[in-house]
């Protein structure tokens, strides 16, 4: 899938978990390659597998993982044969940094928020001095809207926008080719989403870096989007253009998904997607959205293979091989 | 005040005190300060506001959970006053139903659904032989259907839309003429939203309810209701039919509301949007005049900063708290 040029390739990757009723399929062999500067969206309903899959790229795993296999190649590197040391050291939060969900809520309230944004530079060996890691520390407050008087305070001294810029800047200080953003604005209201938002539009432009947005909330994620993922029950079911994604969609839950998105502007009959996700404890042998979909056919009970119908485009989806 | 208004609101306040050491008072936080409308039976109104604009508190004052400060609130011709008792209070509760935000929070883990929709049926008196009939009509309604599969099972055991839907058949078992519904989708996955919306809208028509349907979603407000308040620090800036307050915002603040609304559109990530700077103003203490003026780009030097706006009635029935509008005569 695509040449080895590109800034992120994943192949095949699957994680799954052990829990007392069965190993849970998180993410189920998702293929999918990356080029530097445009923005991805991954969306999909809760449960689907769009963090874990974030998670299992940074290889940020929780102690109950029973199967991790698949390779991931960073600027032409397969970092699933690092070992962990060397990724921690070379990979994460140096090339690739996550602001994971209600990060904004995890500072900690007792160490001033310019010590906070400045450790990974620490902690992964970017630089040892503290007067140098303040100093940058200041450049990326500046980058993300926030004015540098704010590095002496407390995280309770910050408003909940000024706390999501904060933990931004910490993604960004290593200046990372990669950035994860898990539901960064979710908790936020629609004023300082859309101030956020910008910021990030700006970052894109400017630095180049390459954000992956992994959100539920599709309508705002259209304003960072130059790729959209659609993930469903641990897999990937489409990757396109986000023009492609928000105007026609191909695979049937994409279509089912962006019309139930309300929008304020034009008036359009809303639809809602019947039944429920599968569970990923036993999910169903063929194509696993096959139960809800209106137009399954007698080949849907075997797995659709994920393929390029031209321009980029994949969807995995008998209709459309 | 009108004779029809099922609910009738008169400047109401509701203050919360700030104590230092849990002791001196030091001051109040202005959680809603001066609000007035009226719902009529079978009306569906939608309040609209960010985290902290006091909707929620408006909810709380309604039910009763938190005292009124100042100001007068009448129910079906019934003064409440936050202090209700014994019987009052037990009518209050069974004629205002609630729906909350987070529906897995608000079930009890250890109930079936049979129980937590028979609970509210004989704590206010109704016969245990009717109680199981009322609970399998109101699940019909809610399309917890059918009922055997659902009656024993127990929260955890529901998706996140089936737990909204009980919450929802628990708010109306005991056929109340208004439900205050506060946040009911925010916690929903996109594709069951608008299930739920569609449901509570229906009920609200079958039944002839008053529904208060806050939400910080200007989004989802056109499938609700026809009505709309916005919210901000604390009081009412704007009220209008929802299709004209999307198509003519007058207040700046509203105007900035709507243009921060994304639609699924990929031409959104070529543009930046134009945001107000600044962050909402403290409630402990708002800024003098119009609580928006430090943020608007509109502002009137000397007036808006200084006198409190009135409100301006520019269009028929579409109201505004805005100096701008001065010149349209008060409404």
């Known amino acids: 899938m695509g040449t080895t040029d590109r800034l992120l390739r994943v192949e095949d990757l699957k994680l799954h978990f052990r829990t007392w009723r069965g190993p849970v399929q998180a993410v189920d062999g998702v293929s999918f390659a990356l080029d530097r500067g445009p923005a991805t969206v991954v969306v999909g309903e809760s449960g689907c597998g769009k963090s874990t899959l974030a998670r299992a790229i940074l290889r940020l795993l929780p102690r109950n993982v029973s199967a991790y296999t698949g390779n991931v190649w960073l600027n032409g590197t397969n970092i699933m044969t690092l070992n962990e040391e060397r990724f921690r050291r070379q990979v994460r939060w140096v090339k690739m940094a996550l602001v994971s969900q209600a990060a904004m809520n995890s500072l900690n309230p007792v160490i001033r928020v310019g010590d906070q944004v400045s450790e990974p530079l620490r902690v992964h060996g970017v630089s040892t001095n503290k007067k140098e890691a303040l100093r940058q520390a200041e450049e990326v407050f500046r980058l993300v809207g926030v004015s540098a008087d704010f590095l002496e305070r407390f995280p309770f001294e910050l408003s909940g926008g000024m706390r999501q810029r904060a933990v931004l800047a910490m993604a960004l200080i290593t200046h990372p080719d990669l950035v994860f953003l898990d539901e960064p604005t979710s908790a936020l209201d629609v004023l300082t989403q859309t101030s956020i938002m910008n910021v990030l539009k700006g970052i894109k432009r400017d630095l180049g870096v390459t954000f992956v947005l992994i959100t539920h909330d599709i309508a705002t994620s259209s304003e960072l989007a130059d790729r959209a993922a659609v993930m469903y029950a641990g897999q990937l079911v489409e990757f396109s253009s986000a023009h492609h994604f928000f105007r026609e969609p191909l695979h049937p839950y994409s279509q089912k998904l962006m019309a139930s998105v309300p929008t304020l502007r034009e008036d359009k009959k809303l639809e809602f997607i019947p039944g429920r996700p599968p569970s990923l404890l036993d999910p169903p042998t063929g194509c696993r959205f096959a139960d809800r979909c209106s137009s399954r056919f007698g080949k849907c009970v075997e797995e659709p293979p994920f393929r390029d119908v031209g321009e980029d485009w994949w969807v995995k989806c008998w209709l459309h091989v | ?331």
């Not at chain 2, 719902?39 to 009124?68: F, H, N, W």
């Open chain 2, 1 to 331: 005040m009108t004779e029809q208004a099922l609910l009738s609101v008169r400047d109401l306040h509701t203050w919360y005190e700030l104590r230092k050491w849990g002791f001196f008072r030091t001051g109040h936080v202005r959680a809603l300060d001066g609000v007035t409308f009226d719902l009529r039976r079978g009306d569906a109104i939608t309040i609209v506001g960010e985290s902290g604009s006091g909707k929620t508190t408006l909810a709380k004052t309604l039910l009763g959970l938190v005292p009124p400060t100042k100001g007068e609130m009448v129910f079906a011709g019934e003064r409440l006053d936050g202090k209700k008792k014994g019987k009052a209070l037990a009518w209050l509760r069974a004629n205002v139903g609630f729906v909350q935000q987070d529906p897995y929070g608000a079930l009890p883990p250890f109930m079936t659904v049979e129980r937590i929709l028979s609970e509210p049926l004989a704590v206010h008196g109704v016969p245990r032989r009717e109680q199981e009939a009322r609970a399998r009509a109101v699940m019909d309604e809610v399309r917890l259907t059918p009922q055997d599969d659902f009656v024993h099972k127990y929260p955890h055991m529901l998706s996140g839309g089936q737990q909204q839907r009980l919450v929802i058949a628990r708010a109306i078992v005991l056929e109340p003429k208004l439900v205050v519904a506060d946040e009911p989708v925010s916690m929903l996955d996109a594709s069951v939203r608008v299930e739920i919306l569609q449901l509570l809208r229906r009920i609200q028509k079958s039944h002839d309810l008053g529904v208060m349907y806050i939400t910080h979603d200007l989004s989802t407000v056109r499938y609700f209701s026809e009505y709309v308040f916005v919210m901000y620090a604390a009081k009412i800036v704007e009220r209008a039919p929802v299709h004209e307050l999307i198509r003519h915002p007058l207040h700046p603040y509203t105007q900035a509301l709507l243009t921060a609304i994304s639609d699924p559109d990929p031409e959104n990530a070529h543009i930046q949007k134009e945001v107000p700077p600044g962050e909402p103003p403290s409630l402990a203490h708002p800024p003098s005049g119009c609580r928006f003026h430090p943020r608007c780009k509109h502002r009137i030097a000397e007036l808006c900063s200084t006198t409190e706006p009135t409100t301006f009635e520019p269009a028929p029935g579409h109201r505004v708290e805005c100096w701008l509008y001065r010149q349209g005569g008060e409404g």
